[in-house]
């Protein structure tokens, strides 16, 4: 199990006005524990899932985030920082209480300008999924038998592709599409396809 590192508040400069360094970090830090396993088993074909160990480490933390801030914001934390707490949350998924406070707070801040539309609807389709219920977004998926991801039963299927645009969604199809191009190559690079990068391993 990687040992997750916590840098003293003295270690950081200070950022402009508003902004938390240290919580910033913090969270970097967290994120790239997870997303070290989740891209190790994705590699490996395996089911994406955190070790206990972690979840019960990064749950306790999230909580006291939670407790001490509220949901981090974009003036608390960046664009980045939010969307690294985001994350966590939408990991969390042993912990629908969690999951189902910090949405509503999410909530508030995506009014506000001050959170991620596309962020906030991916975590109410999780908790949804999580909680036994059918989503709103299409957000969430499972492999069938070859493979393929599938799209977990939808509340309002005929609804979704507008519901996804006020979110800053692609199509449904699109989305689909792209989640069954998904790859990671050697050096741990995302991929969609054979040729374009979306993204590097953090």
Same mark, same amino acid.
């Given at each position: 199990?990687?040992t997750?590192l916590?840098?003293?508040?003295l270690?950081y400069?200070?950022?402009?006005?508003?902004?938390? &360094?240290?919580?910033? /970090?913090?969270?970097?830090?967290?994120?790239?524990?997870? &997303?070290?396993?989740?891209f190790?088993q994705?590699?490996?074909? &395996?089911?994406?899932?955190?070790p206990?160990?972690?979840?019960?480490v990064h749950?306790?933390?999230?909580?006291?985030?939670?407790?001490?801030?509220?949901?981090?914001?974009?003036?608390?934390?960046?664009?980045?920082?939010?969307?690294?707490?985001?994350? %966590?949350? &939408?990991?969390?998924?042993?912990?629908?209480? %969690?999951?189902?406070?910090?949405?509503?707070?999410?909530?508030d801040?995506v009014?506000?300008?001050?959170?991620? +539309?596309?962020?906030?609807?991916?975590l109410?389709?999780?908790?949804?999924?999580?909680?036994?219920?059918? /989503?709103?977004?299409g957000?969430?998926?499972? +492999?069938?038998?070859?493979?393929?991801?599938?799209t977990?039963?939808?509340?309002? +299927?005929?609804?979704?592709?507008?519901?996804?645009?006020?979110?800053?969604?692609?199509t449904l199809?699109?989305?689909?599409?792209?989640r069954?191009?998904?790859?990671?190559?050697?050096?741990?690079?995302?991929?969609?396809?054979?040729?374009?990068?979306?993204?590097?391993?953090?």
């Amino acid at each position: 199990m990687k040992t997750l590192l916590y840098l003293a508040l003295l270690l950081y400069p200070a950022l402009p006005s508003g902004k938390d &360094q240290r919580l910033r /970090q913090e969270l970097k830090q967290m994120r790239e524990a997870d &997303q070290h396993i989740l891209f190790a088993q994705l590699k490996a074909h &395996q089911r994406e899932q955190l070790p206990d160990t972690l979840q019960r480490v990064h749950n306790a933390k999230l909580w006291q985030i939670f407790r001490t801030y509220g949901y981090p914001d974009y003036d608390l934390v960046d664009t980045t920082g939010a969307h690294d707490f985001w994350l %966590l949350v &939408q990991h969390q998924n042993s912990d629908t209480v %969690l999951q189902k406070v910090v949405l509503n707070a999410m909530r508030d801040k995506v009014k506000q300008g001050k959170a991620s +539309p596309r962020d906030m609807a991916f975590l109410t389709d999780r908790m949804l999924y999580d909680t036994g219920h059918m /989503q709103v977004y299409g957000t969430q998926s499972i +492999p069938d038998s070859s493979g393929a991801y599938e799209t977990l039963p939808l509340a309002y +299927p005929d609804l979704v592709d507008s519901l996804r645009r006020t979110v800053g969604l692609e199509t449904l199809a699109d989305y689909v599409k792209m989640r069954n191009e998904l790859a990671v190559d050697s050096a741990g690079n995302l991929y969609y396809g054979k040729k374009n990068t979306a993204a590097r391993k953090k």
